[in-house]
């Protein structure tokens, strides 16, 4: 088995190159997320939370898991800037991400083939929904604790073990199917005071993580109907072939077969713990994913992608053990094109694409609001956004305490002029709405505002303070542009892209008490104008 390097010049380069292979790997995978690096779903709630209540917020569960690792990768993103938080926040993720990868490679474990598996994680045929996404770290922090469970018993190592349990134990309920097999090694090896203390923590950490999952976490246990459909083809066949084929048929055979890979790897090691341990943790992988969500609507494409992410590593390690141990060159052969396929069958979905939300922009003008709303991505769509709700006072506090935002860029770098009203700040609101295609909901117009149907012509509106328009935007012809007359340079000039009707409140500080709002139409044909309307 791979061992842990010795402290050589040669042995440190080894990580080192693992180190820069894992991150490349890593980012290739969401190369996205890197280039216009995005906020995504519960990450603002961890935000919020400790903009709201500071470190206090460290033990509060988010989604019913206490999730402690992605807690702390997000205080040291915000700690040294909120402006450049989702930039910070992917990269210490990824440098926690690759770390993980080089403690599977080098973690003196009963794996053979160590780097293999390590390579393996980062090969999965999912959609890579939780590579470099700060809440997702929770997933690789149970990386750890599979580790724990496959440790080899003749290396105590407890400085190592111990802070892999609390990483592992306080970011992922996985610790509770963990725990028995850490149990089971304590009294195999009763001997060791070192599994005895393992054990001990980690059933501290099960506790807590039980505790808040009894109290928060959704959990619902499927129908045998549905089990009996679509457990096998999901998440058995769907590995070796389900991105590039999705025939029921195709599916059913290739999970057969992966079942009988798994059952012939266990009856070949019947008499090694780790085989037992490795099939266990993959079938407790399963299990809990599906207790989450029914398998009918998991999808590892296209709907949960992150349920498949312990199921396939699993499997990766147990095809990968049984090429290590089976005496059979043809039968290693078939095992080793089945890891093969596996990875093949990453391609279709290496990667994954999102709009960019303007993170950097909104921050920077939601300081000169009484209240504003960040968009942060939800599934990467910017007609299905999430949002970070603060007072304008915070904003500016939590810039104010920003090491690299400075006061050079506050006064050069233009802001929205208006800010998203919600739906229920906008109701009362008199519309004037647009003529055309569809209008708003607010009340009947009291007069018509046509954009023009052909591109380059304009609409000009004259507000007060705190004046509000109601806006969507249908065009498919490209963004709507706006520019506040005589203050062009001091504003952003971009118009939201909504399908439903939204109002825009005029209420940054910066301007005038009375100005003017020219509005360009983004179309090129007939019938692709946006449709506006004033509202008092």
Known sequence: MDSVPRKTPRGRFRYVLLFLLFLGLLASRRSEQWISPQVWGEDGQIFSGFVSHGWHSFL????????????VVSAVAMAVSVYYYPLLGTAVAGLFIASVGVATATA???????????????????????FGVPLYTFWWATLLLLLIALWDEKQSLLALRLPFVLAGGFSSPFILVVLPVLYFRALCYRKLAGEWIVASLATCAGVIQYHFMSTGAAAALPSLASM???????????FLCGNLSSSPLLLWACGALVLVLVAG?????????????????????????????????LHPSLAGPRYFFLPNILLFWI?????????????????AACCVAGALNAGPVWTRRHDDLSWA????????????????????????????????????????????????????????????????????????????????????????LIMPERDGKELLLSFRADGRVRYRSVSAGGAPSMEVVGHE???????????????????????????????????????????VGAAD
């Not at 009996?228 to 998440?235: G, N």
């Not at 049984?322 to 052969?333: P, Q, T, W, Y």
Request: with cysteine; proline share 7%.
């Open 489 to 531: 340079q001091e504003f952003i000039q971009k118009l939201p892209i909504t399908k439903d009707w939204v109002t825009l409140e005029f209420s940054n500080l910066t301007l005038p008490t009375q100005f003017s709002v020219r509005i360009k139409d983004a179309g090129h044909g007939l019938g692709e104008w946006e449709p």
């Open 319 to 335: 095809l990968i053990q049984f090429a290590f141990k089976v005496n059979s060159v043809g039968l290693r052969i078939a095992v």
């Open 361 to 448: 922009e909104h921050v920077r003008s939601a300081r000169l609001f009484a209240r504003y709303e960040v968009p942060i991505e939800s599934d990467g769509n910017r007609f299905r956004t999430w949002s970070i709700k603060e007072d304008g006072s915070t904003w500016s506090e939590l810039l104010r305490h920003d090491m690299l935002f400075t006061h050079l860029d506050k006064a050069a770098l233009p802001t929205f002029a208006y800010r998203v009203v919600n739906e229920t700040e906008g109701k009362g609101a008199k519309g004037m709405a647009a003529e055309g295609k569809d209008s708003p909901s607010s009340g009947e117009p009291s007069q018509s």
């Open 228 to 238: 009996a459909t679509y457990v096998i083809p999901k998440f058995c066949g769907w």
């Open 60 to 71: 509060e569960p988010v989604n019913g898991y206490l999730v402690c690792v992605p807690k």
């Open 265 to 297: 790897y266990c009856f070949l090691g019947r008499r090694d713990p780790t085989a037992w341990i490795l099939a266990y943790l993959w079938c407790g992988a399963i299990a809990s994913s599906i207790s989450r969500i029914d398998p009918s609507i």
């Open 108 to 130: 003196p474990t009963r794996l053979k083939g160590a780097t293999l598996c390590a390579v393996s994680i980062f090969l999965i045929p999912t959609n890579p929904e939780t």
